[in-house]
């Protein structure tokens, strides 16, 4: 699909982001060690927790390292993007809620749905709309470990 500027986009414009749209989207992600301490380390993020194997054995509940909170939200949101807003969105808005409800460890596959929870015209930009979109991304064993709540100023169909 190409938009006016012959860009090819597979996000969907704001009339299509209708209130209790639901996507599943088609792209799952096994999070490995690599990802974590990659994205752990070069945010600058020294959290024993998330490198250290020893200390995340012997000294938390969990007995081994939890991915980063920060790299599951990016995973969440970037694993939405192709089937809600590339190539359709103004801007992100900002999040109004992220929360993480279990544990997320190396070896783990996320899969996401989206919800389109409210949709309207902007007051100021007419060829635009903002939408909320709360994003929920799920284990292999279908336990729910990230639900991210967004708004987004999405393009008009042109």
């Given at each position: 699909?190409?938009?006016?500027?012959?860009?090819?986009?597979?996000?969907?414009?704001?009339?299509?982001?209708?209130?209790?749209?639901?996507?599943?989207?088609?792209?799952?992600?096994?999070?490995?060690?690599?990802?974590?301490?990659?994205?752990?380390?070069?945010?600058?993020?020294?959290?024993?927790?998330?490198?250290?194997?020893?200390?995340?054995?012997?000294?938390?509940?969990?007995?081994?390292?939890?991915?980063?909170?920060?790299?599951?939200?990016?995973?969440?949101i970037g694993i939405s993007v192709h089937e809600t807003t590339l190539g359709t969105t103004v801007a992100n808005l900002g999040f109004s809620e992220v929360v993480f409800p279990a544990p997320l460890f190396h070896g783990d596959t996320l899969r996401v749905e989206t919800e389109v929870i409210d949709a309207r015209e902007s007051s100021s930009r007419p060829t635009q709309g903002i939408v909320t979109f709360e994003h929920r991304a799920y284990n292999q064993h279908g336990t729910l470990v990230c639900k991210a709540v967004r708004g987004a100023l999405m393009h008009k169909q042109p």
């Open positions: 699909m190409d938009d006016t500027t012959g860009r090819p986009h597979s996000g969907k414009w704001f009339e299509e982001l209708t209130p209790g749209l639901v996507i599943q989207h088609a792209i799952r992600r096994t999070i490995t060690e690599a990802d974590n301490v990659l994205f752990t380390s070069i945010t600058m993020n020294p959290a024993w927790l998330h490198l250290d194997f020893d200390y995340a054995e012997r000294e938390t509940e969990f007995g081994k390292p939890l991915v980063n909170s920060m790299l599951t939200v990016a995973m969440v």
